[in-house]
């Protein structure tokens, strides 16, 4: 599939992955000692929701804007909606702006993107905060370069655009040569629901080969079509252990918040505890 952002920013792959993003980093502050967060995928760091892209599929509107107009949205929400700013439905926040929003002044963060004018953009928006260091560079090389990072603590959102058929390939082999290298991290892992099979073979894959302490979470906003992207899904290595409870409650209320068609629902599952 391609999956240029801009035309998907703020839908229900992003809601769902931000604000898991923003509960793994509000975690990560309960402790005083800092940490590292490394985005491989990072995009331009926010999106223009009325730009010619997000207008032309609107997306946005079965997304960030459906969560917004809830009168009582899901308390775990709270994290991300407080990093949205001010016009989220204007400006979309990627998970850089998110990271950044919420982590401390002690924390440092690294940004990857390889699309040249996109890594442009990512390098003007955070060039005045001075605990970002954005790259201009492949993200699964960074895995090797920047892993561990000297804090010995850290998250890694891994989040491709699958563009490239090999790319679940890639997940697997990039995942499994990170975790040999920083064990203890915590790995945010995107991927796309399309045809169920694919998808599930992957985590079969996981399940079977894969890092320890693998929490798999899936969104779908109905049932599958595999001519279009119907449901998301994260891995989550090493998450918080207050993350799968409060996920499995969080995605139920996304699923029927955010259904698009008969077949919503949500999925949790360890797959290896």
């Not at 390939?169 to 990039?174: E, V, W």
Request: glycine share 6%.
């Amino acid at each position: 599939m391609n999956y240029r952002h801009a035309y998907h920013a703020g839908n229900f792959a992003d809601v769902m992955k931000h604000s898991i993003l923003a509960l793994v980093v509000e975690h990560m502050k309960l402790k005083d000692k800092p940490f590292f967060l490394l985005d491989t995928h990072a995009g331009t760091g926010e999106t223009d929701l009325s730009g010619v892209e997000a207008q032309k599929t609107g997306e946005f509107r079965n997304g960030i804007a459906r969560v917004l107009a809830e009168e009582d949205p899901h308390p775990a929400l709270a994290p991300w909606i407080a990093a949205l700013g001010d016009e989220p439905l204007m400006q979309y926040p990627g998970s850089p702006l998110i990271a950044a929003r919420l982590m401390r002044e002690t924390d440092r963060l690294a940004f990857c993107e390889l699309h040249p004018d996109d890594a442009a953009a990512l390098k003007q928006n955070f060039a005045r905060d001075a605990r970002v260091k954005t790259h201009a560079m492949d993200g699964y090389a960074a895995l090797k370069s920047m892993l561990p990072p000297k804090e010995r603590r850290g998250v890694v959102l891994i989040d491709p655009p699958f563009e490239s058929r090999d790319e679940f390939a890639r997940l697997f082999d990039a995942l499994t040569d990170a975790t040999a290298r920083f064990a203890t991290g915590t790995y945010i892992m995107w991927y796309p629901v399309k045809d169920p099979s694919v998808s599930g073979a992957f985590l079969e894959r996981l399940a079977e080969d894969g890092p320890p302490k693998s929490l798999c979470l899936e969104l779908h906003v109905m049932a599958a079509d595999p001519a279009r992207m119907t449901g998301c899904g994260l891995v989550v290595v090493n998450p918080p252990w207050t993350l799968a409870g409060t996920a499995r409650d969080l995605l139920d209320w996304l699923a029927r918040t955010l259904a698009q068609a008969p077949g919503a629902r949500a999925r949790e599952e360890w797959l290896r505890p």
